[in-house]
């Protein structure tokens, strides 16, 4: 009976020894920064983010980011309503997804401490278009259930690809600006925890 009782609570337990191990990765927002810098009258550069990240690593390797655009700051609140409604067009496009695939072997192997770097391909959907985008990111190993990925070169947005161009001039135009650049540098820092 004992013995019948074991098997039976082994076999019961072991599926949550799989999902231990294959867990998920989450982004963890309150630790985590994606920010862009926009240009202004040729020499004007400011740092601006969003306050939501979310996102999902799992063990096949498939990441997912999602921000809500909404959650743009810049510092300034007339301009973040701004970015909303005129650029960002928040009403039809609400939110920016990114999509990627990491090799899992390349996590699973990675020791605590140690950093691995890589390019990653990925697919950028924000306003109603898709781009795809080589990303170059280190990937640190900082305990058994946190991850760290940081972008090692800003990334490129240009304006014209995803029609964003007569978002950037309204914005111009509303703020009495001469020029504003279409390209950004967009950087980010992700922390992921089990």
């Not at 998920?24 to 927002?29: A, F, I, L, Q, Y």
């Not at 309150?30 to 400011?46: G, L």
Request: hydrophobic fraction near 45%; charged fraction near 20%.
């Amino acid at each position: 009976m004992k013995q019948s009782l074991k098997m039976t609570l082994a076999a019961l337990l072991l599926p949550l020894g799989f999902s231990v191990n294959a867990a998920t990765w989450t982004v963890n927002n309150e630790e985590s920064n994606v920010s862009y810098v926009s240009i202004k009258q040729d020499q004007i550069a400011e740092v601006n983010h969003f306050t939501q990240v979310n996102g999902q690593l799992n063990d096949k390797g498939q990441f997912t980011l999602s921000i809500p655009l909404s959650s743009v700051s810049t510092g300034v609140a007339i301009r973040d309503e701004r970015m909303k409604s005129v650029f960002f067009e928040v009403d039809r496009y609400p939110r920016l997804t990114l999509n990627a695939n990491i090799d899992p072997k390349v996590i699973k192997d990675l020791q605590v401490g140690e950093v691995a770097n890589m390019e990653v391909e990925a697919n950028l959907e924000l306003h109603g278009e898709n781009q795809r985008l080589l990303l170059e990111v280190s990937v640190a190993k900082l305990s058994k259930s946190s991850l760290f990925v940081a972008s090692t070169q800003p990334v490129i947005i240009n304006a014209g690809q995803f029609k964003l161009v007569a978002g950037v001039n309204k914005l111009r135009d509303l703020a009495g600006l001469k020029q504003i650049s279409y390209a950004v540098p967009v950087s980010f820092v992700l922390s992921l925890q089990q």
